[in-house]
């Protein structure tokens, strides 16, 4: 037997392929890669891994919004920081500021109705500004902070506190529903660059229809009461709906003029609805084409809804002087017959949680409050009737990203 292996399949006199001469041994072909184990793709770790991340950021944000709700009611819970101002630090008498910023809404007054609270409460406070700047809000709101600023000012037996002198500073702006607010001031300082007036009220529905119709969007109301869904933005609104609102707005136009009527007596008796001409500030203005006559004096009356500047408010009595912030404290100060020995104060907002970690946000008057908190956006979409300013609905709007 030879001591040769043999191939099992292929006779002795046969030798294995590419062992003989001028043979050649084939190269084998590369193995097709296996597949995936179990047929699964890379792209469903992929979408795990997703997953997994957008899970733990969605309880990140609930456990921020948890902590943030108790350490707002635990910031809450004490007095404000008073911050100096001016005068004479540490003074025993006190000229306190109360500011009053933004749109004001309910459920967002809470920073206002704390600095009214301390400086009622606080025996050392002798006299109070209201500093404000806002466009206006709802007349909700906007009545709830009038009562209180007239309970601070005449103070309250029952409660033990006593009347304050009380002086209005307006800001950038005091119109609507914020020149409300100053009308338990005694004295009313305008700045120079003020808006104020805006005596008028009005509510808006924004209306869909036609665009539903065009993509066959449909709302399907089931309801009891022939208005019950008066101002959805899906259906026209009907004459009588109409007249509805009509008549509850036009109750709260005659409610803001009887406050204004209370609160300037020398506006009393028809004066705010007279019609008044006014002269154009620019009799040739720029824009006018060749042949075009210059513009004309206008109609206006004081409540007719409209903005008036410092210099027209002063002039039609809607305020008592321009001045500013400084000059109202002084006046604060004259009438509560204080000496050198007083400071004048302001409240400092708390910070919430939010703030502590970045997170807060910030509106154009550098106020602070938690985009996270979903009664802002609740309370900026409810329908309602308003005392704000023309031009400032989106500002009502976003007043939801401010506290």
Known sequence: MSDVPQSSSLPPSVPPPGTGPGSYRPVPSPRPLPPPP????????CAFALSFAVNLLGVVVVALVC?????????????????????????DDKV??????????????????????????????????????????????????????IELRDGDSKKNRAKHPLIVSMGAMAASGG???????????AERTTVTGSIGVYSSFPNVKKLADTYGVKMNTIK????????????????????VWQDMVDTAYQHFVGIVETGRPMLA????????????????????????????????YLADGGVWTAENALKYQLVDKIGTLDDAIQLAHDKAGLGENYESIKYE???????????????????SG??????????????????????????SLFAAMRE
């Open 269 to 300: 008796g028809g004066k705010l609805l007279n019609p008044l001409m006014i002269q154009p500030v620019n009799p040739k203005p720029e824009f006018l084409k060749k042949g075009e006559a210059p513009p004309q004096s206008y109609r206006r």
């Open 349 to 367: 907002r708390p910070n919430s949680f939010f703030d502590v970690l970045g997170l807060g946000a910030k509106s154009h008057t550098g106020t």
């Open 179 to 189: 020149y409300y607010i100053a009308m338990p001031g005694e004295t009313l300082f």
């Open 224 to 243: 009891q009461g022939e208005i019950k869904d008066s101002g959805s933005p899906f259906a026209e609104m009907t004459e009588h709906e109409r007249q």
């Open 67 to 91: 902590l943030g709700f108790l350490f707002k009611g635990k910031s809450e819970s004490g007095p404000l920081a008073e911050q100096h101002y001016s005068g004479k630090r540490g003074a």
């Open 96 to 149: 306190a500021i109360i500011t009053v910023d933004g749109v004001l809404l309910e459920g967002m007054l809470g920073y206002a109705h704390k600095q009214i609270e301390q400086a009622a409460t606080d025996k050392h406070v002798k006299a109070v500004v209201v500093r404000i700047n806002s466009p206006g809000g709802s007349i909700t709101a906007s009545d709830d902070l009038h009562r209180k600023l």
């Open 370 to 395: 938690s985009v996270l908190d979903p009664a802002r956006l609740e309370a900026a979409f409810s329908p309602r009737v308003w005392y704000l300013m023309p031009g400032a609905e989106t500002s």
């Open 38 to 45: 179990n047929g699964r793709s890379p792209f469903l770790g």
